[in-house]
């Protein structure tokens, strides 16, 4: 959920890279540190094992001038991949706005795929969100190595809850793709808070609900 | 729908957080809540306050899981003591945290003693903005505006030098 503080005119979003372990997440966020120009970007803090694995979550906050006389504060983290890391990913799920599930391309990943995905699903369900309501984007990761599926059934296999969600394909470590994939979110992401806090569109009662 | 703090709001929750200061001997404050967004913050300005609130949430959300698992309702509050700073959370309500940082100058006695009735003030507050109806509406800046990007929001460095 979004936040707006008008005494700073600034505006709070959070983004979450979701996938299963090793299919990019962090690479993603560290290309886009390197690559952004610097005075849009934060640090890039990584909670990781001596391995180089997320333990906890990376983070990063990007700034951008998206809407007139505002100034959005884009918090960008990673979630840890590993299946025995659960209750960190609903910790850091908390209060999201927009979600990139990225893929990994290869063949023997799929399964991995599968479960981190329906694991998103859970764990939104959990806090009383859903992927209906939530802007996300699909990255197919990793699509510069020999033994990758075809995009289509990649597509098939994650994009296919009735209406198709934007996709991107990737390989992260180049860069490619990883911009593509970020403004994407982000306009979504956008869109999705604009419509949702334009007067007309709002129930009173609704707005109750879920004012906090 | 978006949770919007407007101008009267963030100043009483100033007004709490700088008497907090005083009275505690404390460096700096903020609250934040549970998905990591700042609402308010006082003297923080030095260090990063959207990462102390990220990792403050993660922090005080981990101690709950902790409880639980120790058959412990919940903590109410959790301190980190280092050499020379030391950092005190406590919970404002369900989703707001109240983070206070201080030297080792002073004491966490002191800071535990002034940032119970903060928090309640800060509690009542957020409560009262809980429950005004049209929270949005007051605000003359309710319509949201995208600004004209040509292209992405986000570019290459290397890019942007290009002038693409």
């Known amino acids: 959920m979004s936040f707006v503080n008008y005494a700073t005119r600034e505006i709070q979003l959070k983004i979450?890279?979701?996938?299963?372990?090793?299919?990019?997440?962090t690479t993603n966020l560290q290309v886009i540190h390197e690559m952004v120009s610097p005075d849009a970007k934060g640090d890039l803090?990584?909670?990781?094992?001596?391995?180089?694995?997320?333990?906890?979550?990376?983070?990063?906050?990007?700034?951008?001038?998206?809407?007139?006389?505002f100034q959005t504060r884009f918090q960008m983290y990673t979630v840890p991949g590993q299946v025995m890391?659960?209750?960190?990913?609903?910790?850091?799920?908390r209060g999201v706005d927009g979600i990139v599930f990225v893929a990994d391309s290869q063949w023997d990943k799929m399964a991995e795929n599968v479960e981190?995905?329906?694991?998103?699903?859970?764990?939104?369900?959990?806090?009383?969100?859903?992927?209906?309501?939530?802007?996300?984007?699909?990255?197919?990761?990793?699509?510069?190595?020999?033994?990758?599926?075809?995009?289509?059934?990649?597509?098939?296999?994650?994009?296919?809850?009735?209406?198709?969600?934007?996709?991107?394909?990737?390989?992260?470590?180049q860069g490619k793709g990883v911009f593509e994939t970020l403004n994407m979110i982000c306009r979504l992401v956008l869109n999705n808070f604009i419509r949702e806090n334009t007067p007309k569109s709002v129930n009173k009662e609704e707005k109750d609900l879920v004012l906090m | 729908m978006a949770f919007a703090l407007g101008k009267n709001d963030v100043n009483k929750i100033n007004r709490v957080l700088r008497e907090l200061l005083d009275q505690s001997e404390s460096t700096g404050c903020l609250v934040c809540d549970h998905s990591g967004y700042v609402l308010a913050?006082?003297?923080?300005?030095?260090?990063?306050?959207?990462?102390?609130?990220?990792?403050?949430?993660?922090?005080?959300?981990?101690?709950?899981?902790?409880?639980?698992?120790?058959?412990?309702d919940k903590f109410s509050a959790v301190f980190h003591q280092g050499e020379k700073k030391s950092i005190f959370i406590c919970a404002v309500n369900q989703d707001v945290l109240l983070v206070v940082i201080f030297t080792n100058e002073a004491s966490v006695g002191l800071v535990r003693l002034y940032a119970g009735p903060a928090a309640?003030?800060?509690?009542?507050t957020l409560e009262e903005v809980r429950t005004r109806i049209d929270t949005m509406q007051e605000a003359p800046e309710y319509t949201f505006v995208l600004n004209d990007s040509k292209g992405g929001l986000f570019s290459k460095n290397t890019d942007a030098t290009k002038g693409q």
């Not at chain 1, 990584?46 to 001038?65: C, G, H, I, K, N």
């Not at chain 1, 890391?85 to 799920?93: C, D, E, F, G, Q």
């Not at chain 1, 981190?116 to 190595?145: A, C, W």
């Not at chain 2, 309640?120 to 009542?124: E, K, L, S, T, V």
């Open chain 1, 16 to 25: 979450v890279y979701y996938g299963c372990g090793l299919c990019g997440k």
């Open chain 1, 45 to 69: 803090t990584s909670l990781a094992t001596s391995q180089d694995r997320t333990l906890f979550f990376d983070f990063m906050p990007l700034v951008a001038e998206a809407i007139k006389g």
């Open chain 1, 85 to 93: 890391y659960n209750m960190t990913r609903r910790l850091v799920l």
């Open chain 1, 116 to 173: 981190s995905f329906n694991n998103l699903l859970e764990n939104l369900q959990l806090q009383g969100d859903s992927l209906d309501t939530i802007p996300y984007v699909i990255q197919h990761n990793k699509r510069d190595l020999t033994n990758i599926a075809p995009v289509n059934y990649l597509e098939f296999l994650l994009n296919n809850r009735g209406k198709r969600r934007p996709s991107t394909t990737s390989i992260a470590p």
């Open chain 2, 41 to 72: 913050q006082q003297g923080v300005d030095t260090q990063d306050p959207l990462l102390i609130s990220a990792l403050g949430a993660g922090v005080f959300t981990a101690s709950r899981e902790l409880a639980r698992i120790l058959g412990e």
């Open chain 2, 120 to 124: 309640d003030a800060i509690r009542g």
